[in-house]
C-alpha cells in the first residue's frame, strides 16, 4: 500500500512539474514575441500618418498639441505611440516649454 501511494505521489508530482515548465515555456516565449509584436503594431499605425516636430510652448500638454494638430484624431491611441516617434531623450510623460517633440498629423495634410 505505502509503495502505490509514493507511486502515486511521484506521479502528482511529476504532473505538476510538467504543466510548471510548460507554463514557464509559454511565458518565456511570450515575453520574446510581445515587444516585437508592439514595435510591428507601432509601425504599422505610425505608417499611416506623417509626423511634424513641433516646439513645446508655456501651457502645452501632449494632449492639447496632438488635438490641435489632429483635432479628428484618435488622441489617446496617438499619445500611446508617441514613444516611438520620439528619441528617448524627450521625456514625453513631463514635457516642458523649449522641448522638440514629434507628433502625429494628417497624411499630406501638414500645414
Known amino acids: 500500500m505505502k509503495k502505490e501511494e509514493n507511486i502515486e505521489v511521484k506521479k502528482q508530482v511529476v504532473g505538476w512539474l510538467t504543466v510548471v515548465m510548460v507554463v514557464s515555456v509559454l511565458v518565456l516565449l511570450a515575453s520574446i514575441a510581445y515587444p516585437q509584436y508592439t514595435e510591428w503594431k507601432a509601425n504599422q499605425f505610425i505608417s499611416k500618418y506623417d509626423i511634424e516636430e513641433v516646439m513645446v510652448e508655456d501651457g502645452d500638454t501632449l494632449w492639447s498639441l496632438q488635438t490641435e494638430y489632429y483635432p479628428n484624431g484618435h488622441t489617446g491611441k496617438f499619445l500611446f505611440y508617441l514613444e516611438f516617434i520620439n528619441d528617448e531623450e524627450v521625456d514625453t ?3 516642458q516649454s523649449g522641448d522638440v517633440i514629434n507628433i ?3 497624411k499630406n495634410e501638414k500645414e
Open 104 to 106: 502625429f498629423v494628417p
Open 93 to 95: 510623460a513631463n514635457i
